[in-house]
């Protein structure tokens, strides 16, 4: 216990990954970013704007939760770059990013990109499950790749310092924009498909060109990508096994937990997200919580992760990403 305390005290502990939809209202939501930071998370990353969202809906809620979050000076920062995370660490806060999980609020508009990132949103989900402009995502059966009006998009996003996110994309639309960026990218919560074949998951061509890349791959902790109805924190850690061993250290590892805070709403929201949930896709929404990230701590340790390695899952994989992108 001793040494679960110990790393928690040292370590930047970030979520990668969390929906905070305008299209998914609910009165719990602030009491689930509140868990995260009496579990001892430094920064949580939420999604304020996905594929059903208009970029008046976007710039709207932006606004909203800027607002929100400056009236709650005293325990949450608005994250701009790195040091505003570990600065969250020092004062006992919780350091909150914005990104989108689809890029419908780009409209087909390059120059948004730089608009959003000005109003704090420092990463966008290029491709959500199915074809847009940019490229394919992971349900296309035919996976043309990355648009040329994608390789505009990366171009871009790599000029303004915006991490690019390819979890949901197609792996072809994936594997070019790995090899199209300057930066490296994000797979923000996704896991290894040979622990669990669901088509959400990586294949070992996509994890090693992550890893070339110098990237991150969040890893999900819900029991439909898991990869069994009841998730567990052995079968989370089994995911960071096999892709650590995979690519030979623990360098391009992060955690992603994808938390489905919304279980009352969920059938409403299929209902409005159409062809990007279709039968067989769907499984168990329940998922790991953000109190259980002592339990993971512990399991690391007692597989003979050191202290360092722990270190770098938790958040400073991420940190260095960020790092290397943020402008």
């Given at each position: ?165 390819m979890s949901h994309a197609g792996i072809k639309t994936s ?153």
């Open positions: 216990m001793r040494h679960i305390e110990e790393i928690k005290s040292s370590a930047i502990i970030a979520d990668i990954a969390m929906d905070f939809l305008p299209e998914v209202e609910t009165p719990g939501k602030w009491h689930v970013v509140e868990r995260y930071k009496n579990s001892g998370f430094s920064y949580l990353n939420i999604a304020v704007g996905g594929d059903l969202t208009s970029v008046d809906t976007a710039i709207h809620y932006i606004a909203r939760q800027r607002n929100q979050i400056q009236k709650l000076q005293d325990h949450y920062i608005i994250v701009k770059t790195v040091q505003d995370i570990l600065q969250a660490k020092c004062e006992n806060k919780l350091a909150l990013g914005f990104w989108f999980q689809g890029s419908t609020p780009l409209a087909k508009d390059i120059n948004l990109i730089e608009i959003y990132y000005l109003l704090g949103i420092r990463q966008i989900l290029l491709a959500y499950n199915t074809r847009n402009e940019i490229g394919d995502g992971i349900l296309e059966k035919n996976d043309a790749g990355l648009s040329t009006f994608g390789y505009r998009i990366i171009e871009e996003m790599n000029k303004v310092g915006m991490l690019i996110d594997l070019d924009v790995i090899e199209a960026s300057k930066d490296p990218i994000v797979f923000s919560h996704s896991n290894a498909q040979k622990i669990n074949p669901h088509i959400r998951n990586l294949t070992d061509e996509q994890i090693k060109a992550i890893s070339r890349k110098n990237g991150v791959i969040g890893i999900n902790g819900m029991g439909l990508i898991l990869g069994e109805g009841r998730p567990t924190v052995e079968k989370f850690i089994a995911h960071i096994d096999y892709i650590s061993n995979l690519v030979g250290s623990v360098d391009n590892l992060a955690l992603g937990l994808d938390l489905i805070h919304f279980h009352e709403m969920l059938p409403l929201f299929f209902e409005k997200s159409g062809l990007n949930y279709p039968s067989g896709y769907l499984g168990s929404m329940d998922g790991i919580q953000p109190e259980q990230i002592d339990e993971i701590i512990e399991k690391l340790l007692k597989q003979n992760y050191s202290k360092s390695d722990v270190e770098k899952i938790l958040g400073g994989n991420f940190l260095r990403v960020a790092a290397a992108v943020w402008k």
